[in-house]
Each structure stands twice: as C-alpha cells, then as structure tokens.
C-alpha cells in the first residue's frame, strides 16, 4: 500500500543506531511508522503503526509525540510493546503531540500545535506541556506560543528552548520543573523555527525554514548550514553516532532528486560531539 511518505521527524539516537518517524501525508491524523537507520546506513521498520512524531529516550525506551492516540506513549522495542503515558487534558485527547524532551529527573515537556490533529481540533487551543515524573495529567506552560513546536532543554537544564511559527523561544527552569516567563532569542535570525538539537558545548541546532542555525548559549547565531538546494525546509536534526559526532539533519521536499516531494535525511561528521536525542 502507497501511504504517500512525505515527512521525516524525530530523529533520536538510541542504542546503536538512529530513530525517526517517517509520517504520511494520507490522513488525519497521520500514518506513521518508526525507522531505525545503522551508522552503515542500513533502513528497516521496526514499529509499523507507531504513530508517532517527535521522538526522545529515556534510556530504555523510545518516548514519542504520538498523534494516533493524542498522546505521549514509551515504546518498549525489545519487547516491541507501548504504553501510553498521558493522552488526555480536560477529558479531550491532545491535538497532536508533536515534539518532546526529558529531564534527567523524569520530567516531559512537549509541544501540542494542531498539524496531525483530527479534523475538529480536540483541544480548542495550542499548548506547551509539562508532565511531572510518574503523572498521569499534564500541566501547562504556555498557551501563547503560535503552534508551539521543537523543544529541548540546555545542558543544565536551566533553559528550556520552544520553537514556533515566529522564532526561538527560551523559559527559564524552576528546580521544580515548572518555567518562567519566555524570552525571544536570535529574532534577527530566526523567523520561525522546528525541531532542534544541542551539542555538547551548549550550542542549539534550530531547523529554521531551510536552514540549520546554530545559537550559542547565550543567544548568539554562531553558525548556520544552508540546505536549501536539497530541501523545500529543515524539519529536525540530531547527533549521533559511536562517538556522537555525527549530525543527522531531516527535511521535507528532496528538491535534489527532481523536485519531488518525499523527505531527505542527510549527515555530516562535526568537529565537536552532541547530545543524543
């Protein structure tokens, strides 16, 4: 069966090998199936309806925004069994959980904007989310953010970074999890952000239209990778590889290969190692 492929997301190294979610383009809410790619380059699926968008680890599971169920679930893929950790606020599933990122305390923060929800929007309104270690209700942070999107956390896990359809976003975190009030960082720079990731010296990787901009600690752009005559947009990016040095990149729309519209993956060795999710 043709489910129409057209997006790559979620990229995570786990284990040994990278994780995305390839999403289809043929319903609402989407198709979608995980992917595990070797450092060789090797594809094969290895959960064929995840559902899922975003994806993260909490060291022994896959931990997803997962747009079928409206929720956050834990996939389990030696024992290739999911468990749904939160899919409901005010009695109505999620629209569609799109990205997330964990505290070493167990802390989840993810993103709700509207793009894989059901025709009728579930929830009214598009929110950031905290989920407290061990809950089973979510909280939230922000219902300001204009489909709030990529998220992740600073090394120390001080800053909590939060994209959307108008730039980067950067909350300060309480030791008890919950954030202050947002700042805009590098709005010269960044119009409107997706998925990101962070390297090991602080620096945040923003997936920003058809570029990768590079955002130091404190909020300067320091770098960018232009990708713009490979793809239509930058969707996500994350480091892996045995030492951590590779930097996978994913976007939509592989204009290289004849201006069709299925999505790209594509890596580089850096010079210095990133986080691995």
């Not at 952000?193 to 010296?201: E, L, N, S, T, Y």
């Not at 590889?241 to 939509?252: E, F, I, Q, R, S």
Request: proline share 6%; with cysteine; aromatic share 8%.
């Amino acid at each position: 069966m043709n489910w129409g492929f057209a997006i790559i997301e979620g990229p995570v190294w786990f284990g040994d090998a990278l994780y995305v979610s390839e999403v289809s383009s043929q319903s609402q809410p989407p198709y979608s199936r995980i992917l595990k790619i070797t450092a060789t380059d090797t594809v094969s699926v290895v959960y064929p309806d995840a559902g899922t968008n975003g994806l993260a680890t909490d060291g022994s599971r896959l931990i997803g925004g997962n747009h079928k169920i409206g929720g956050i679930s834990a996939i389990n893929l030696a024992a290739m069994t999911e468990m749904t950790l939160v899919s409901t606020y005010n009695g109505a599933r999620f629209d569609s959980p799109n990205d997330l990122t964990i505290r070493r305390d167990g802390t989840i923060y993810f993103s709700d904007p509207s793009y894989q929800a059901p025709s009728t929007s579930p929830q009214g309104s598009e929110r950031l989310y905290r989920l407290p270690p061990g809950a089973s209700t979510a909280v939230v942070l922000d219902a300001s953010r204009a489909r709030p999107n990529g998220v992740t956390l600073s090394l120390d896990e001080t800053k909590l970074y939060v994209t959307d359809t108008t730039g980067l976003y950067q909350y300060p975190v309480n030791s008890d999890g919950t954030v202050g009030t947002a700042t805009r960082v590098a709005s010269n720079s960044i119009s409107a952000g997706d998925g990101m990731a962070i390297d090991c010296q602080g620096n945040v990787y923003v997936a920003s239209n058809s570029s990768l901009i590079v955002v130091s600690p404190a909020g300067t752009v320091i770098g960018s990778i232009d990708l713009s005559s490979k793809v239509q947009s930058v969707s996500n990016a994350a480091f892996g590889g045995a030492d951590h040095k590779t930097l996978y990149v994913v976007g939509l729309g592989n204009i290289s290969s004849g201006g069709g519209t299925g999505a790209g993956l594509f890596k580089a060795q850096m010079p210095l190692p990133g986080m691995p999710y």
